[in-house]
């Protein structure tokens, strides 16, 4: 599978999309930042692979997140059964027994 690696300005949209943020806000000279969009957000990473789950939690740490790290799509919907408190979850699109 071909891959482009993804852009900080694709990044910011999703998150905004996804946390809701305002079109006024697009339009205010202070353009947002991934620190203002994630701060305080409580995001649930979902990979098998150990490596890539540090990785993603260390770069949304960075940027004030609240991580939560599983190793399969059976345990993330475990942690996704209503009523949670995550704002976005990140997963694996290829996982055993169960895909992102």
């Known amino acids: 599978v071909l891959t482009k690696p993804l852009r ?3 990044l910011i949209a999703c998150f905004q999309e ?4 305002r079109k006024k806000r697009l339009l205010n000279a202070n353009k947002p ?3 203002k969009l994630l701060r305080e957000r409580r995001i649930l990473v979902v990979d098998d692979n150990v490596v890539n789950r540090r990785v993603a939690e260390g770069a949304l ?3 004030g997140a ?3 790290c599983v ?3 059976k345990a993330a919907l475990l942690k ?3 009523p949670h408190n995550f704002d ?3 997963m694996d699109l290829q996982m055993p027994e169960m895909d992102g």
Request: hydrophobic residues 40%.
């Open 8 to 10: 900080l300005s694709v």
């Open 18 to 21: 996804a946390l809701g943020s």
């Open 33 to 35: 930042t991934l620190g």
């Open 61 to 63: 740490k960075k940027y």
């Open 66 to 68: 609240i991580v939560t």
């Open 71 to 73: 190793e399969s799509g």
């Open 80 to 82: 996704l059964k209503p």
């Open 88 to 90: 976005a979850c990140f």
